[in-house]
């Protein structure tokens, strides 16, 4: 039981460090709106409410609201965060029809392997529009990227079974 009274003491003075930090840095005019550091410095002491980061060396004024400029750097965090959840979407579909072979991937396995059948010879375009007539336009969706991909991904498959016979 002391044990654990001793980890809650420990847990609670951290916090209360963190909490001293926040106020001292807060008192100190807040964090920077660039990158979210709470270290600044004032080098010219003569306007108190002008603060240059530590981290990113970005010039503020303490006394004027930057709620706008944050706003946008959490819209491109959420973004960014977006994006990488498609990539390690993409990534597992990509991985799955590698090991499944089907004979048509899913719409994001496509999409990723159209960039790559742009440059595609025609021969391989063909198949893709072949392989729409087939399975139709839900199955490869009628864009000239993805029915080119569609191709690549006929010919990658091909080529992956016959290395396995």
């Known amino acids: 039981m002391a044990l654990r009274q001793g980890r809650k003491d ?4 951290r916090i209360a460090e963190l909490e001293a930090q926040l106020a001292e840095a807060q008192a100190d005019g807040g964090f920077c709106p660039e990158c979210g550091s709470y270290e600044s410095t004032n080098p010219r002491h003569t306007d108190t409410n002008y603060r240059v980061c530590s981290n990113c060396g970005q010039e503020r004024w303490i006394d004027i609201d930057y709620s706008s ?3 946008a750097h959490l819209g491109e965090l959420a973004q960014a965060q977006a994006d990488a959840e498609q990539l390690r979407n993409v990534r597992y579909d990509f991985a799955s029809a590698i090991e ?8 994001s396995v496509l999409e990723f392997l159209s ?7 025609s021969i391989v375009k063909d198949k893709g529009k072949e ?3 087939i399975h ?3 199955m490869i ?3 000239a990227e993805i029915e080119w991909a569609a191709g690549l991904w006929s010919v990658i498959r091909d080529a992956m079974r016959e290395g396995d016979e």
């Open 131 to 133: 392989l729409q007539r």
């Open 141 to 143: 969706p009628p864009t």
């Open 136 to 138: 139709g336009i839900k």
């Open 69 to 71: 400029v944050i706003a």
């Open 10 to 13: 420990d847990k609670d003075a």
């Open 100 to 107: 499944k072979l089907p004979e048509i991937p899913s719409v």
């Open 115 to 121: 960039s790559a059948a742009y440059s595609a010879p």
